[in-house]
């Protein structure tokens, strides 16, 4: 099992340009979350997904922010115009279900925005 | 929120030391989770407790829970510099979310 797969590792971008991250799932699970570290603020979730069916995106710090789920096996969190206070570490996570809980989590995206 | 909050936010003992890191919630739970996070990594889960359940072992680690106090503790025996790494605790319903950790470390 490869585990949670996100990509990139790591992203330098300049203000205003737009991110894309990239997360695949373990397969067979079916719910999948979006979180934001900072030194700042920890560990935020962001947004989850159960069934690719965005179920919370209360954490989702503004409009510029969007997370999808096309399929079971992949979820972007795009980020359109980027900003510096969104340089973060980004992971995502997935788990058999909400009712298990238990989270496997990716290496994460560390973004920087200059 | 059921976020949770650990206690004490750093550590540092000696290795062979145990180590005792608390957590406190303030919602119903179904199940909580400890879990630990290395430098520059990803969170790696460690252990889960369900509500009914009111201690729990997983080779070195045990994790008791009280629901009625709502906390938890996570005892590591006998650490090792390997251990160190920060660790949070997520009380889980639907979703989890996480507090600052409480960073570890154990020194050689």
């Known amino acids: 099992d490869a585990g949670v797969i996100q990509s990139p590792r790591h992203e330098v971008t300049e203000m205003g340009q737009e991110v894309t991250l990239r997360c695949k799932p373990i397969s067979g699970h079916n719910s999948l979350f979006w979180y934001r570290q900072t030194m700042m603020r920890g560990l935020e979730l962001l947004i989850y997904?159960?069934?690719?069916?965005?179920?919370?995106d209360s954490g989702m710090p503004e409009d510029r922010f969007s997370a999808k789920m096309p399929n079971a096996s992949f979820s972007t969190l795009k980020i359109q115009p980027s900003e510096p206070r969104d340089s973060a570490v980004y992971f995502c996570?997935?788990?058999?279900?909400?009712?298990?809980?238990?989270?496997?989590f990716g290496e994460g995206s560390r973004l920087t925005v200059l | 929120s059921q976020q949770g909050e650990e206690d004490p936010q750093a550590l540092s003992i000696q290795e062979g030391e145990n180590a005792t890191m608390n957590c406190s919630y303030k919602t119903s739970i179904n199940n909580l989770q400890w879990y630990r996070q290395n430098s520059g990594r990803g969170l790696v889960h460690l252990i889960l407790?369900?509500?009914?359940?009111r201690e729990k072992h997983s080779g070195r680690l045990r994790v008791t829970l009280d629901t009625s106090k709502k906390s938890s503790s996570l005892l590591i025996t006998a650490s090792r510099a390997a251990d160190t790494a920060s660790y949070f605790c997520?009380?889980?319903?639907?979703?989890?979310?996480f507090g600052d950790g409480t960073t570890l470390t154990v020194k050689p």
């Open positions: 996570a997935s788990s058999l279900g909400e009712s298990t809980g238990e989270l496997f």
């Open positions: 997520a009380p889980h319903a639907g979703k989890s979310t």
């Open positions: 407790i369900r509500s009914n359940e």
């Open positions: 997904f159960n069934n690719n069916v965005p179920i919370d």
